[in-house]
């Protein structure tokens, strides 16, 4: 009886502690995941891309939202052709705050509106905060709250 007692104790920590790794991945990705998405905009403005019809590059953004990250063309996300959106999914688990949507300049990557963006775990205790300044330059820091 003691040999059960001992291992059910065991075993409940170990569950406690595998729970706690996956929620630090999934945060850890999620944020990964939007810090990539925001580099790959910046990097299709430095470069002048243009997707579609069109004879000179364009700016690029990324909109933000619940579920999804959205990078579009054009200088903004109401008046970006959503036929050249590229969609990546997001974990809709996370809360995210601060700017819903950056655009970066063509050719320079500057951003006229720099700002943060924040990302929360409440389950895991986790926060990230992503800033942008107005060279286009991303940063990132991170902590338990």
């Known amino acids: 009886m003691t040999v059960i007692g001992l291992f059910t104790i065991i075993a ?12 630090a991945y999934s945060f ?9 998405t925001l580099q790959h905009a910046r990097a299709e403005a430095v470069s002048s891309i243009c997707r ?21 063309q054009g200088t903004d996300y109401v008046s970006a052709d959503r036929d050249y959106d ?5 974990n809709p688990n996370m809360l995210h705050g ?5 655009v970066f300049e063509q050719l320079s990557g500057d951003v ?9 775990d ?5 926060k ?4 942008i300044n107005s060279e286009g330059q991303i940063l990132w820091t991170d902590e338990r709250i």
């Open 128 to 131: 990230s905060t992503i800033s």
């Open 12 to 23: 409940g920590v170990g569950m406690f502690f595998d729970f706690d790794n996956f929620r």
């Open 98 to 102: 601060g700017l819903p949507e950056v």
């Open 28 to 36: 850890h990705s999620e944020r990964d995941t939007l810090i990539s």
């Open 52 to 72: 579609g019809p069109c004879d000179e590059g364009k700016p690029h953004g990324v909109k933000i939202l619940d579920n999804k990250f959205i990078i579009f």
């Open 112 to 120: 006229d509106t720099p700002g943060d963006i924040t990302l929360t």
């Open 86 to 90: 590229a969609i990546m999914d997001a």
């Open 122 to 126: 409440n389950y895991s205790g986790r």
